[in-house]
T-cell receptor, first 111, second 113 residues
Framework: GESVGLHLPTLSVQEGDNSIINCAYS??????FIWYKQESGKGPQFIID?????DKRQGQRVTVLLNKTVKHLSLQIAATQPGDSAVYFC??????????FGTGTRLQVFP | NAGVTQTPKFRILKIGQSMTLQCAQD?????MYWYRQDPGMGLKLIYY???????DKGEVPNGYNVSRSTTEDFPLRLELAAPSQTSVYFC????????????FGEGSRLTVL
């Protein structure tokens, strides 16, 4: 498969630890945010989303936190597993007609 | 379910050649999108469609064309390939537009030499 994001920021964690991936967004008018996971050679897969009227949302082993004051979004993965190794993208929606993707963070999980 | 299917997976073009990237979805989604992804970059929207017969430009439409004659299919056409169009192309579809889950295909890697 292809390798995308050859020079991405990388987060290395040990299996079983918690991971925190951060994202700074650009537009204070953004009202919807979404995290995608992209494994090597595959298309992005939806993880979790959050609207601007919330500051926290939980899924299965994942939590997204939104801090509108500093325009910061984070994805927390509990008990990180080798299958979590991938590139993670945040995206922001502006006025429902545009979805702007960040450049991504590579997560590497070591045994 | 097949989801979103893209063909071809890989293609090498010479400068000035034309080609069409095919995209089909079987989820009856109204919304379909074409993105390109360059190394170290996020996805950039090329074109999108909110339903059959309707298409609109995204962030980087120059050099591309699309059509949407059916709900299922959303082909992307490159008329005069240029090296700057070397990229990985992703087609996606969704039920509810940009504020909802997008379902992506596996990608088509295009190299223009």
């Amino acid at each position: 498969g292809e390798s995308v994001g050859l020079h991405l920021p990388t987060l290395s964690v040990q299996e079983g630890d918690n991971s925190i991936i951060n994202c700074a967004y650009s537009n204070s008018a953004s009202d919807y945010f979404i995290w995608y996971k992209q494994e090597s050679g595959k298309g992005p897969q939806f993880i979790i989303d959050i609207r601007s009227n919330m500051d926290k949302r939980q899924g299965q082993r994942v939590t997204v936190l939104l801090n509108k004051t500093v325009k910061h979004l984070s994805l927390q993965i509990a008990a990180t597993q080798p299958g979590d190794s991938a590139v993670y993208f945040c995206a922001e929606n502006i006025n429902t007609d545009k979805l702007i993707f960040g450049t991504g963070t590579r997560l590497q999980v070591f045994p | 379910n097949a989801g979103v299917t893209q063909t071809p997976k890989f293609r090498i073009l010479k400068i000035g050649q034309s080609m069409t990237l095919q995209c089909a979805q079987d989820m009856n989604h109204n919304y379909m999108y074409w993105y390109r992804q360059d190394p170290g970059m996020g996805l950039k929207l090329i074109y999108y469609s909110v339903g059959a017969g309707i298409t609109d430009k995204g962030e980087v439409p120059n050099g591309y064309n699309v059509s949407r004659s059916t709900t299922e299919d959303f082909p992307l056409r490159l008329e005069l390939a240029a090296p700057s169009q070397t990229s990985v192309y992703f087609c996606a579809s969704s039920k509810t537009g940009f504020t909802g889950e997008l379902f992506f295909g596996e990608g088509s890697r295009l190299t223009v030499l």
